[in-house]
């Protein structure tokens, strides 16, 4: 069952990419209660690995998840806490889409004992195999980087006002990453977004979900930083959803810059 639920390749370098919300599969018994907005998926963050390539090239670990955030948010606290206090936040099984349309149909929502066994069913795999992977990885190394790869459109008025800046870095505030590191990386974006013409910005709307915030331990050595990336970037942000070669081209350079900055910190 495990094997079904994520992608994993297992690097030797310190640093895992973890893609938690690429995934597109819904299981039949739960596509079938899915109104037509919920089964668009449109909230997927699409393509995503496609942006990574280099990453195992560069000896990164990548854990991608296959099942959809529509079945469960691996990147929402199992206990249902909210990440941004006072903010809309959506549940870890979601009942609306990004537009506040309902994903199942009236009446055919998870109740709370469906919600548990999701949990245990897909979010708990995803989660342990990503603990043991930091943990292989802080065996060999002194210090780990986890980064936590999503997009997301560049406009949701559900969750902040106006455009997104194209490159979201975020470090829970700076508490799942030390600050040199943030800098670096940050400088690095600087350099790569005056050449690209993108834009970037640190805790800014999106300063890391569940993933960055649960594992992210500086003073463990195990740093967490989650990089939030505007969709507009590489992709059609409206069905079909289509990769955008020639936008695409122009951010993953930029990415695997990240990424090798990133990496020369780690490893010094």
């Known amino acids: 069952m495990t094997q079904a639920l994520f ?53 990164a670990s990548l854990l991608v998840a296959r099942k959809s955030r529509y079945v469960v948010d691996l990147n929402r606290r199992s206990d249902g806490r909210a990440l941004y206090g006072g903010a809309d936040n959506t549940e870890i099984c979601p009942l609306t889409t990004f537009d506040r349309e309902a994903i199942y149909r009236p009446g055919e929502e998870p109740d709370a004992r469906e919600v548990a066994a999701r949990i245990a069913l897909y979010w708990k795999p995803y989660h342990d195999k990503l603990a043991e992977e930091l943990e292989r990885l802080r065996k060999r190394h002194h210090k780990v980087l986890l980064w936590d790869a999503h997009s997301i459109r560049s406009e949701v008025p559900r969750f902040f006002e106006g455009r997104l800046p194209d490159l979201n870095f975020g470090t829970a505030g700076g508490a799942s990453a030390d600050s040199e590191l943030l800098e670096a990386v940050t400088a690095e974006a600087e350099d790569q977004c005056r050449e690209s013409g993108h834009s970037w910005v640190a805790n800014g709307r999106f300063k890391g979900g569940a993933i960055t915030r649960g594992y992210g331990n500086p003073a463990g050595e195990i740093h967490a930083i989650q990089l939030e990336l505007s969709q507009a970037t590489y992709m059609e942000e409206a069905a079909p959803f289509s990769f955008l070669d020639e936008k695409a081209a122009r951010i993953k350079p930029v990415i695997a810059s990240l990424l090798d900055r990133a990496l020369e910190w780690i490893e010094k």
């Open 7 to 59: 992608d994993f390749h297992a690097g030797d370098r310190p640093l895992l990419i973890s893609v938690p919300h690429a995934g597109t599969e819904v299981p039949n018994e739960i596509s079938e209660r899915f109104t037509e907005a919920g089964k668009l998926i449109a909230d997927t963050d699409w393509h995503v690995p496609r942006l990574y390539e280099a990453a195992r090239d560069k000896g």
